[in-house]
């Protein structure tokens, strides 16, 4: 036997069914192959439990709540996605599945939403600058303090001029590229069996 | 009372030493998942669900300390299979030493 679907006992099947089917939920925001790949790990090592146990409902609770594990292989497995494709599809699916991965995950997440949004935003002002040139940019006011004005000049001097929107995208890469590549190798992965894990021994 | 604290205390080692008890089992040689789980019982007992093994060796892969590759066995369907690489042997080596002098010092203090 090679997969749960074939097993003659339908409580059985019906048990595993329901476990794989929460797998299946977790593992949706991971690429087919990758997905495939764990759900394949994960059967077969359901399958061996069952055969050592002989009760669906014992192999399972062995093997533990996909919920206490997944997650954090989730996560990690999209970071170091989005670390090497830059997407920033895979970088958004990233942040959004690390913030599901308790405490550590919400505050390295949030700061990296942060950091994304700085980028963001030094990419509007760049594009600010080439339509409306007046009004955005650095400027130095009378009083000798520096503002940064997007739609908005009170009335200083330029200071970077024609430097001001290569900059601003400048920054944004520099900062899109050290997070992405910092929030790939982060790690915050919690000590195996934590929190709800049931211990089994 | 007492039961409970040590109950608590035994989990907390176990789960800490996990990692170690890992690269340790496959220190030995290749093996995958559920193979993993049934030498880790036999010295750790049933500590922590078999899945917490999965994030762990998804860490040691992409640490580098691990690398992974489906095999197909002599009977029954291909598996995915797990060795240590150089670096994850360095790594070993190393955390075994560690281990051994904590011990030692922890022995120490208890005697």
């Given at each position: 036997m090679t997969t749960w679907t074939d097993l003659a006992d339908p409580g059985a099947r019906a048990a595993f069914a329901a476990y794989f089917a929460r797998v299946e939920r977790h593992l949706a925001p991971l690429p087919d192959a990758s997905a495939r790949e764990v759900r394949e790990e994960l059967e077969l090592h359901a399958l061996d439990l069952l055969a050592e146990e002989g009760r669906a409902?014992?192999?399972?609770?062995?093997?533990?709540?996909?919920?206490?594990?997944?997650?954090?292989?989730?996560?990690?497995?999209?970071?170091?996605?989005?670390?090497?494709?830059?997407?920033?599809?895979?970088?958004?699916?990233?942040?959004?599945?690390?913030?599901?991965?308790?405490?550590?995950?919400?505050?390295?997440?949030?700061?990296?939403?942060?950091?994304?949004?700085?980028?963001?935003?030094?990419?509007?002002?760049?594009?600010?600058?080439?339509?409306?040139?007046?009004?955005?940019?650095?400027?130095?006011?009378?009083?000798?303090r520096l503002f940064l004005g997007l739609g908005e000049n009170l009335g200083g001097s330029d200071v970077l001029g024609v430097w001001f929107a290569p900059l601003a995208f400048a920054v944004a890469a520099c900062l899109y590229l050290i997070l992405t590549l910092a929030f790939g190798r982060v790690k915050f992965r919690k000590p195996p069996g934590e929190d709800k894990a049931n211990m089994t021994g | 009372?007492?039961?409970?604290?040590?109950?608590?205390?035994?989990?907390?080692?176990?789960?800490?030493?996990?990692?170690?008890?890992?690269?340790?089992?496959?220190?030995?040689?290749?093996?995958?998942?559920?193979?993993?789980?049934?030498?880790?019982?036999?010295?750790l007992g049933a500590a922590t669900p078999e899945g917490t093994l999965y994030p762990l060796l998804n860490g040691f892969e992409r640490d580098g300390l691990a690398v992974a590759e489906w095999t197909i066995p002599e009977s029954g369907p291909a598996r995915k299979t797990y060795a240590l690489t150089a670096e994850g042997r360095a790594v070993l080596s190393e955390a075994s030493a560690q281990w051994s002098q904590m011990s030692l010092n922890l022995g120490k203090?208890?005697?």
């Open positions: 409902d014992a192999a399972l609770a062995r093997l533990g709540a996909p919920e206490d594990f997944l997650p954090d292989l989730v996560a990690e497995r999209l970071r170091l996605r989005a670390s090497k494709s830059f997407a920033p599809s895979h970088v958004f699916s990233a942040i959004a599945s690390s913030a599901r991965t308790g405490l550590a995950g919400i505050i390295v997440s949030t700061l990296a939403g942060f950091g994304y949004a700085l980028a963001a935003l030094a990419v509007v002002m760049g594009i600010a600058r080439l339509v409306a040139a007046e009004t955005t940019g650095l400027f130095r006011l009378q009083d000798g | 009372m007492m039961d409970e604290t040590l109950k608590d205390l035994e989990k907390r080692w176990r789960k800490s030493v996990l990692p170690l008890a890992v690269l340790a089992v496959l220190g030995k040689g290749p093996s995958h998942g559920y193979g993993l789980a049934v030498a880790l019982r036999e010295v203090l208890l005697s």
